[in-house]
């Protein structure tokens, strides 16, 4: 239906393309479609300054926590520059602390050698935008690659060999990671994370100077200054037809690319994300990865290119065809020339190693095909198909592109995810949670957005949260009581302080806190409050809960009064911190796994606490509970039990179970649990709970 629908209105849209003044504003008019489809699929202006102010405060802060003596993270790739696609990997690049590169021994100067490590650049014989790193000798012992694996001598004089590198790093960050590229991969969860460790340079490279003096009409003044200011960095591959492959390493402009996507405006951001779609949907659709030439890197070199050399007078939405189809030219032709030049470094022809031969003539062929289909190739990409048939069906309505395009509630849910994505930091102890408490204080004495604010509040809470509960396991068992008493009121009074910060359901913190300290009258009494709380209809968990509730009832107030009294969200138990003994095992097997935390429904959660009080004194209420985690578990569709935690709901399913005595019905929980994708990594624990219940059977 959809393919002859297609083939239906080809002509229609090669008509578009023509020049005649009718046919010109049909094209702006599908070019506004088009652009109000791609703010639906990416976001909208705000949605995309909103992702990025946070992946920018969420990185600061979690940089504040390293020593001098841990790496600095800086995130980069699709994730960093404000699109959210589902097939996205998160891209980390990890610096490697106390060791600057320099391009000429004249800079040797410029740092303290008693606490710096200097590296020298030698470009002489690499292909452009590669270079050989010379270690150079120093009576600081410090460092990392003093160790003999990671060097390699040449002509008396020794160097950083990048595959001797990035084999000994690649399972640094994450265990059991695999080498890709640069990287080592692993997926956490349903995400890829691909992490890079790398050297710095705070020195623009004398090869990447042309740069500089083509930056007259874009990037603005501010930002290219910026860019060479910050300099770049050094990951480890070299170039597969240089001379020195194995100690090479790549030159990355990573953090300048960032700067670069942060200063387009939306119709170029827009046009980028569809240049990213079209790769993935048309050209590389069915293709393996190692038929896969052409990559999103160079659909961003293209964009770069295009607006730089000021191909198209003005980007705005009815352009927006008109920029996609120059960019898509740009591909065009450096395929047929087998020639594709970085932005930075443009004798670095990227095509070099990668499109040649019967390849290069095979891709251009399919490329041109595409080229000749005009406009209607874009019908092929299905995010974006409904778009332009609505625009055929109704050619002629002129499409708003003020990208108004939902309601209040709308842009909330979306706000909501990007700060539970975001509020990733993990405390490990108290120190932790004073250094990073003192660096939001810091913060909010700044300039800051408005979404950067919210985070940081809600960052507030969970610190707090971390900080009660940390406070509470460093000193039990080892004072009196007067000092306990004195501890756990300041324990409940960090948690309380939380609450004003966080979301309704992190009342259950405090459940946890007073049944963890035994109050269990107290716990029960939270839990009840908490349950009334969420199950009001303006309360939303994951965007379930009545819409239309919500804005009446805070419809227009502050995020931070809607997150207090309107927002339900997961459980977060970092596995550094023990909140109840009961779930202590599978906080242990996630931490084996390198996983900093396990996220629990709130539902599930506060049956399980009323469970566990009322097991001995009330035996109906506490059948009562477990029977709401069996109904919660059995009807997830109803949005109450997140896909993503059926593993941890089926395991705390088995714990009461078990508890109860119901050693059937634990095992077959407990064999549900594993049969769940494992985003947490408690199979261990699951599999030891198992291995318990045949020994209490024996026995």
């Known amino acids: 239906m959809v393919n002859s629908y297609v083939k239906s209105h080809t002509y229609c849209m090669k008509m578009c393309s023509s020049t005649t003044p009718h046919t010109q504003l049909a094209f702006q008019v599908m070019s506004q479609s088009v652009y109000h489809g791609m703010c639906h699929i990416i976001g909208t202006p705000e949605d995309v300054s909103c992702r990025r102010d946070m992946v920018d405060i969420s990185e600061f802060l979690n940089n504040q926590l390293h020593t001098s003596d841990e790496g600095k993270e800086m995130q980069s790739g699709s994730h960093r520059e404000g699109f959210r696609f589902h097939t996205s990997d998160i891209d980390e690049m990890i610096i490697i602390p106390r060791h600057h590169v320099i391009w000429d021994m004249s800079q040797f100067g410029l740092y303290n050698t008693d606490r710096h490590k200097l590296i020298l650049c030698n470009s002489s014989e690499s292909p452009p935008g590669f270079t050989l790193l010379r270690l150079l000798p120093s009576e600081n012992t410090y ?27 690649c399972s640094l960050i994450r265990p059991n990671s695999t080498m890709h590229g640069p990287c080592g991969s692993e997926l956490v969860g349903r995400t890829m994370y691909d992490y890079a460790n790398c050297f710095v340079s705070d020195l623009w490279p004398p ?84 038929e896969k030439l052409l990559c999103s890197y160079h659909m961003k070199t293209a964009i770069f290119w295009a607006i730089q050399q000021n191909m198209l007078t003005q980007w705005c939405p009815e352009n927006m065809m008109a920029g996609f189809w120059i960019c898509f030219k740009i591909v065009l032709k450096w395929v047929y020339n087998g020639v594709c030049p970085n932005f930075f470094i443009p004798q670095n022809n990227m095509f070099l190693s990668r499109i040649y031969g ?42 708003s592109y003020d990208c108004d395009l939902g309601s209040e509630l709308t842009f909330d849910d979306k706000l909501y995810s990007e700060i ?59 004072s009196g009581n007067k000092n306990t008493y004195i501890r756990d009121k300041k324990s409940l009074h960090l948690l309380r302080l939380s609450m004003k ?35 009001q209809p ?22 931070s009064t809607k997150m207090k009294q309107a ?131 024996k026995h």
């Open 143 to 169: 460092t990392i690659v003093y160790q003999a694996e990671f060097c390699e001598w040449k002509n008396g004089e020794l160097y950083i060999s990048s595959s001797k590198f990035r084999e000994i790093t």
């Open 207 to 290: 090869t990447a100077s042309s740069w500089i003096e083509r930056c007259h009409v874009w990037p603005p003044q501010h930002v290219s200054s910026d860019i060479v200011r910050n300099g770049c960095h050094f990951v480890a591959i070299g170039h597969k037809l240089g001379n020195h492959e194995d100690i090479e390493w790549r030159i990355s402009f990573s953090q300048a690319e960032n700067k670069l996507i942060y200063s387009m405006n939306h119709t170029q951001f827009s046009t980028y994300g569809l240049l990213k779609l079209f790769l993935n949907e048309v050209i590389n659709d069915g293709l393996s990865d190692e």
């Open 358 to 399: 019967e390849d290069q003539r095979n891709l251009f062929r399919r490329l041109y095909e595409l080229y000749e289909k005009g406009s209607s190739l874009l019908l092929h990409i299905s995010p974006i198909r409904d778009y332009i048939l609505n625009h055929l069906i109704y050619i002629g309505c002129i499409v």
């Open 567 to 697: 927002i339900a969200s997961h459980l977060r138990l970092d596995n550094n911190i023990c909140y109840i003994t009961e779930l202590l095992l599978e906080q242990k097997s996630g931490n084996r796994s390198n996983r900093s935390w396990i996220l629990i429904s709130p539902f599930i959660l506060a049956n399980m606490l009323e469970f566990l009080i009322c097991r001995h004194n009330d035996t109906s209420k506490a059948q009562a509970a477990l029977d709401n985690i069996t109904a919660l578990i059995q009807h997830s569709e109803q949005g109450f039990v997140a896909k993503d935690t059926m593993d941890i709901s089926w395991e705390i399913l088995g714990i009461c179970q078990e508890i109860k005595g119901n050693i059937q019905a634990a095992r077959f929980s407990f064999q549900q649990s594993l049969k769940q994708y494992p985003i947490f990594e408690i199979q261990l624990a699951t599999r030891e709970r198992i291995q318990n219940l045949y020994d209490q059977e």
């Open 501 to 535: 910060f966080g979301y309704v359901s992190d009342m259950l913190y405090i459940a946890m806190f007073y049944y963890k300290t035994f109050r269990y009258k107290e716990a029960l009494s939270i839990i009840d409050i908490s349950k009334v709380k969420m199950s």
């Open 420 to 478: 539970d994505r975001s509020d990733s930091l993990t405390t490990h102890n108290l120190q932790d949670c004073a250094k990073a408490l003192l660096t939001i204080e810091q913060l909010i004495c700044s300039p800051l957005t408005s979404y950067m604010i919210i985070l940081l509040q809600k960052v507030s809470a969970t610190v707090l949260r971390s900080t009660a509960f940390i406070l509470h396991n460093q000193y039990i068992d080892k």
């Open 538 to 559: 303006y309360v939303l968990f994951r965007g379930n809960g009545q819409r239309l509730a919500y804005i009446e009832a805070v419809g227009g107030q502050p995020w």
